[in-house]
C-alpha cells in the first residue's frame, strides 16, 4: 500500500508494508545513502516507553543471520521508530497465502532458519512468545531464501517467568497451552514453531476457529497429523505440540537436529518406515 511520502529524520517512508497491535512498519529509504529499510513505527499512547526499550535491547543483543537486525532508534513528536532490516520477501503468511503450502523441502528449511534464531535468542535467555507466520520474514542470502525472525514486543526474560505472569497476550492460533495462564518457556516458542511446520505443510492450522474455540483445543484437543506427512516429521509435529511443556523437544537445539534428520531424509528420498530400519534411528532419544 503506497502511502504520502514522509520524511522521519533522514529516512522517506514510501510504503505501508504491514499494521499490528502496536503500531505500523513501514519501507523506507535513508536519504543519505539510498539503502532501503523497515520502519516500526509505535505510537506513544499503545505501547509504554519500557516495553519499547526492552523490544530495542532485545533486537540489540541479538546479533544472528535467522534474528532482523536493529539498526537505530528515531523518535518524532507523535511516534518512536526502530529501524531495521528490510525484507525484500515479504513475510512468510504472505508466501502461504499465495501457495497454500509449501514443499517439505521449503517447510524444514523455513523451520530449520526459524530454530537457529530461536537457539540463539534462547541462548541470550529470550523468549519472543509471539511467533507465525506475519512475523517470520523473508530475504535472500546468497540468492537462498533466508527466514528471519521478527517484532520481540511481547518477548520475555526466562528467567523472570517466575516472577512476571506476562497475561494472555500473543496470537491464539499459535500459542501453548501454558501461555492461556500467562506462563512461557522456551518450549512455549518450540510449540508455535510446530504450529507453522503442520501449517507449512498441511495448508492448514492444527486447530481453527475463534480466540475462545482455539484455546479450548489447544488446551485439551490432541494433534491430528494426516497420514500423508512423512513418518519422522508427523513425530517432530506431534512431539512440538505436546500439551505438557516437559514432554516436547527440551530446546531449539534437539528440535534443529531432528528437522535436520528429517531434511536429510527427504533429500535422499529414502523412507524410514519402508527402506531404512527404525534401529539405525534412535527414536527414543530423538523423541
Known amino acids: 500500500m503506497e502511502v504520502p511520502q514522509i520524511i522521519v529524520s533522514q529516512y522517506q517512508i514510501t510504503k505501508l508494508l504491514g499494521q499490528g497491535q502496536f503500531g505500523k512498519v513501514f519501507r523506507a529509504v535513508d536519504i543519505n545513502t539510498g539503502n532501503i529499510v523497515a520502519l516500526k513505527e509505535i505510537e506513544y499512547h499503545k505501547f509504554p516507553t519500557h516495553k519499547f526499550l526492552r523490544e530495542v535491547h532485545f533486537l540489540v543483543s541479538l ?7 536493529c539498526q537505530g532508534i528515531k523518535h ?50 529470550i523468549v519472543h512468545c509471539d511467533l507465525k507466520p506475519e512475523n517470520i520474514l523473508l530475504s535472500q542470502d546468497n540468492l537462498r531464501q533466508k527466514s528471519m525472525i521478527s517484532d520481540f514486543g511481547i518477548a520475555r526474560l526466562i528467567h523472570d517467568e517466575k516472577t512476571e505472569l506476562m497475561g494472555v497476550t500473543g496470537s491464539p492460533a499459535y500459542m501453548a497451552p501454558e501461555r492461556y495462564y500467562g506462563k512461557y518457556s522456551p518450549t512455549s516458542d518450540l510449540y508455535a514453531v510446530g504450529v507453522m511446520l503442520f501449517e507449512m505443510i498441511v495448508g492448514d492450522r492444527p486447530f481453527s476457529g475463534l480466540p475462545g474455540k482455539l484455546m479450548v483445543a489447544h488446551l485439551n484437543q490432541p494433534v491430528e497429523v494426516p497420514s500423508t506427512v512423512p513418518f519422522l516429521i508427523k513425530k517432530i509435529i506431534t512431539k512440538a505440540l505436546q500439551k505438557l511443556p516437559q514432554k516436547r523437544f527440551p530446546s531449539a537445539t534437539e528440535m534443529l537436529e531432528s528437522i535436520a534428520l528429517a531434511a536429510k531424509l527427504e533429500k535422499s528420498a529414502i523412507s524410514v518406515s519402508d527402506e531404512l530400519p527404525l534401529r539405525a534411528i534412535d527414536l527414543d532419544t530423538l523423541f
Open 63 to 69: 546479533q544472528h543471520p535467522n534474528i532482523v537486525t
Open 76 to 125: 518524532t513528536k507523535f511516534a518512536r521508530y526502530i529501524v531495521m532490516d528490510y525484507c525484500e520477501g515479504g513475510n512468510l503468511r504472505e508466501w502461504l497465502d499465495a501457495q497454500e503450502k509449501l514443499s517439505l523441502e521449503q517447510a524444514l528449511e523455513v523451520t530449520s532458519n526459524i530454530l537457529s534464531g530461536l537457539e540463539y535468542a534462547h541462548s541470550k535467555g
